[in-house]
C-alpha cells in the first residue's frame, strides 16, 4: 500500500507535465491538465508545437548537447578516479590509511557552498571561468568523497581469497585491480555514475556560477533564463522544456536500475 502511494505521488505530477506540455498556451493558462478528463475536445487541440518552440527558439536543442557535453565526463571521470583510490584504501596498506579515509569521509558534511568563492578565484587565475572544464572540476570534486565512500564499502564486501590469490600468483596491483575488482564492482560504479548522473544534468546553481548563461549553458540554465525569464514564456513551453530535460535521466535510471539496488545494498553489510 506504501509503495502504491509512493508511486501514484510521483507519477501524477509527471503525468501533469506531460500533458501540459501538449496543451496550446491558451488551454493551459485557463484551465489544469486535469479537465482534459472530462473535456474530450481539447484532446483534439493537443499539439507538438510547444516543443519545436521550446528546440528552437529557447534553445534548448543546443542546451541539451550542452547539457551532455558536462555530464558524461563529470559522470565518468570522478567514477575512475574513486575506484582507484576506494582500492587503495582497502587492498594497499600505507601509513596513515585510516586517517586519510576520515578526512575524505568527513567531507561529506561540508556543503559544497563554501568553496564556489575560492574556486572562482582560481579559475580567474587560470582563466577557465564559463568553459566545460570549469564545471567539470567543480563536480568532479564535489562528488569524489562520496564516490570513494561508496566504492570502498563495496570493496571491503569482497573476498579476500581472490586477492591474496592474485598477489601469490604475481600479478601487480594494477592487474589485480582492472582483471578482478574493477569487474565485481559494476554494481557499486553504476551506484554512484547513476547519483553522479543526476545530480549533474539536474544541477543549477554550479552551472549558473561556474559556467553562466552564455553558448556553454547546459539545459537547466537555459530553462530558467530563455523560457522562464526572458521569454516569459507561458507553462505549456515550460512544461515541455522541463519534460525534455527529464526523458535522458528516466532512460539512465530505468536502464541501470537493477545495479544501483545491488550496490548500495551490497556495501551496506560487510560479510
Known sequence: MVVFILCFLWIVPVLGLLLTSFRPRDDANESGW????????????????????????????EAFVNSLAITLPATFIPVLVAAFAAYAFTFMDFPGRNFLFLAVVSLLVVPNYIAFVPILRIYGDLQIAGTFPAVWLAHIGF???????????????????????AKIDGASHFQTFFRLVLPMSVPALAAFAIFQFLWVWNDLLVALIFIGPGDNAPITVALRNNLMGQAGSGQNLITAGGFLSMVLPIAVFLAMQRFFVRGLTAGAVKG
Do not use: C, H, Q, V
Open 34 to 61: 486535469w479537465t482534459l478528463f472530462w473535456t474530450p475536445s481539447a484532446w483534439g487541440r493537443m499539439t507538438f508545437d510547444n516543443y519545436s518552440t521550446a528546440i528552437d527558439k529557447g534553445g534548448l536543442g
Open 143 to 165: 562528488g569524489m568523497s562520496l564516490a570513494i565512500y561508496i566504492l570502498r564499502n563495496y570493496m571491503a564486501t569482497l573476498p579476500k581469497s581472490l586477492i591474496e590469490s
